[in-house]
């Protein structure tokens, strides 16, 4: 594997924090986005990254708006993240939360028992910050970049991913939340380039899209 100064990044940026404010006639729903690279949207337009075309997406709903909060770098590890949340001081009121991280653990070689000992812990901070109700948070899987320009079809790295899916799936039924697949969506990947950002490693915002339509019927 290649060393962290590569596309991943080594990530000990702070995060970015974009809260939108909605007219005092309109319900806000407040959306707490954790993650990395996938999250942050490296390499599309924010505009085209999924918490906001999540966000976009539910405010369809003219009688709402949605105020979108992320927490998310390129390069994050668990760790990162774990640090990031404490260093952002928000409080435990967000309405739906999303939770994606993992591929850097993978990427840099972290042990596996790493993420096995932080991600439920993780998931216990997004439990927290909603409020104490896990109906609000939901897992998504780690997209496999082996089906990348990047990635070029790398047996290794989709056998990995695999085996991190396994265990934050395994979470998710063992906290009872609710978890979405996408990392189908990310293997076709090399068959259909445009699901593929100009960077020749993160998905594009058509593949956000697919993923979108997915994480908005978890939430009905």
């Known amino acids: 594997m290649l060393a962290c100064i590569a596309v991943f990044g080594c990530g000990q940026q702070t995060s970015q924090i974009v809260e939108p404010i909605a007219p005092k006639d309109t319900l806000t729903i407040k959306y707490l986005a954790l993650g990395d690279s996938y999250t942050k949207g490296q390499s599309v337009a924010l505009s085209e990254s999924f918490p906001y075309q999540l966000q976009d997406t539910l405010q369809q709903n003219p009688l709402q708006k949605v105020a979108v909060t992320v927490i998310a770098?390129?390069?994050?590890?668990?760790?990162?993240?774990?640090?990031?949340?404490?260093?952002?001081?928000i409080k435990d009121n967000y309405d739906w939360i999303t939770l994606l991280i993992g591929v850097n653990n993978q990427y840099q070689n972290k042990p596996i028992s790493l993420y096995q000992q932080q991600f439920p812990q993780l998931i216990e901070k997004a439990i927290q910050l909603a409020g104490g109700n896990k109906e609000k948070v939901l897992i998504i899987s780690i997209p496999d970049y082996a089906y990348t320009p990047y990635g070029q079809g790398n047996a290794q790295i989709s056998a990995d991913i695999d085996n991190y899916n396994y265990?934050?799936?395994?979470?998710?039924?063992?906290?009872?939340?609710?978890?979405?697949?996408?990392?189908?969506?990310?293997?076709?990947?090399?068959?259909?380039?445009?699901?593929?950002?100009?960077?020749?490693?993160?998905?594009?915002?058509?593949?956000?899209?697919?993923?979108?339509?997915?994480?908005?019927?978890?939430?009905?």
């Open 167 to 220: 265990i934050n799936q395994q979470y998710a039924m063992q906290y009872g939340i609710k978890y979405i697949n996408i990392t189908d969506i990310s293997r076709e990947g090399l068959a259909k380039p445009e699901l593929v950002a100009y960077d020749g490693l993160h998905p594009s915002g058509k593949m956000y899209y697919l993923w979108v339509e997915r994480i908005y019927r978890a939430m009905q």
């Open 73 to 89: 770098q390129t390069g994050w590890t668990t760790q990162n993240l774990l640090d990031a949340i404490v260093n952002a001081n």
